[in-house]
């Protein structure tokens, strides 16, 4: 199989489309994992799993620790992996979390996530993509719904659909406060957008998405077919969502704020190629390519 056709074309016609899927959605058996039967079977149809308080105490209010230190530095830093929210300076997200900072390195390696996540893919994994995403009360912006694949396909090459996000929240998500939104099922199409990418494009869409995101017509089909849920629940609670879930989530116009780290794995037989948006690709700290250390490895390579 020519993992260098393009089997997801989008951003190159003036016409957006819906078309079926053409990979798997999970790659792995219950007994290559932690994940059921019937888990599996679960994010096979619906494109996610929810667990609430899947970490203790202990470790949320470690990780808590780290993100209140890394939101201090970043306030005043000046570095491009910190991101702004739209029209002020307020911290929006910092990337590559995982590389430099080890406690999140850890948290990457946990046996628990990276188990699951090589369960669902079916091979060793590595991190394509971490940060943190601060919403802070009143100032927090909405992400627009959005395929993570739809982008990580035309800007960074990622070939195929093997790849999954997991958002780990480090406070309450409550129904009021910009909670993750995920439209069951939309895994399974693909909605091809229109618009020609520029270069560099990420210095605008990691503020406010705009390219890349489904037209409405697409997006009330697809909400149609599977309707909307929002997973909310106390700090410590995850969510894993495949690479194709059509997601988004509201502005925080409450005192209470939100923050999540979001860890996307990436399966170690779907590397990265040329950007199929024919732009160069996005920094390291969008989208590792060199360096990118498989996670606690199953096997050894050949």
């Not at 270069?199 to 503020?207: A, E, I």
């Not at 609670?237 to 996307?264: A, E, K, Q, Y």
């Not at 160069?280 to 096997?299: D, S, W, Y």
Request: net charge negative.
């Amino acid at each position: 199989m020519d993992m260098m056709t393009d089997r997801y074309p989008s951003r190159v016609r003036n016409r957006p489309s819906i078309t079926d899927r053409r990979d798997p959605v999970v790659y792995g058996r219950p007994e290559s994992g932690p994940l059921t039967a019937e888990q599996l079977a679960n994010y096979d149809r619906d494109g996610f799993l929810a667990f609430e308080r899947f970490f203790t105490e202990e470790e949320v209010a470690d990780y808590k620790a780290e993100l209140d230190r890394m939101f201090t530095w970043a306030a005043t830093a000046d570095e491009d992996r910190i991101i702004r929210e739209p029209g002020s300076d307020d911290v929006r997200s910092i990337f590559a979390v995982h590389r430099d900072n080890s406690v999140f390195a850890r948290l990457v390696a946990d046996p628990r996530v990276a188990g699951m996540a090589r369960q669902i893919l079916g091979s060793d994994v590595y991190v394509h993509q971490s940060r943190i995403n601060f919403k802070g009360g009143f100032v927090g912006k909405e992400f627009y719904w959005h395929s993570d694949f739809e982008t990580w396909h035309v800007e960074d090459g990622m070939p195929r659909m093997r790849a999954l996000s997991m958002s780990i929240a480090l406070s309450e998500n409550t129904p009021h406060n910009g909670p993750l939104m995920l439209v069951p099922g939309s895994h399974k199409r693909y909605v091809s957008c229109v618009g020609e990418t520029p270069d560099d494009h990420y210095k605008d869409s990691l503020r406010k998405q705009e390219l890349g995101t489904p037209d409405q017509d697409s997006l009330t089909a697809l909400v149609e077919e599977g309707g909307i849920v929002a997973p909310t629940g106390p700090a410590g609670s995850l969510v894993m969502f495949d690479c194709n879930t059509m997601h988004g989530s509201n502005s925080n116009i409450t005192p209470v704020p939100r923050s999540n780290i979001f860890i996307v794995f990436n399966s170690v037989e779907n590397r990265l190629t040329a950007p199929f948006g024919g732009t160069r690709p996005r920094p390291e700290f969008i989208g590792h390519r060199t360096g990118a250390e498989v996670i606690g490895a199953t096997r050894t390579a050949a």
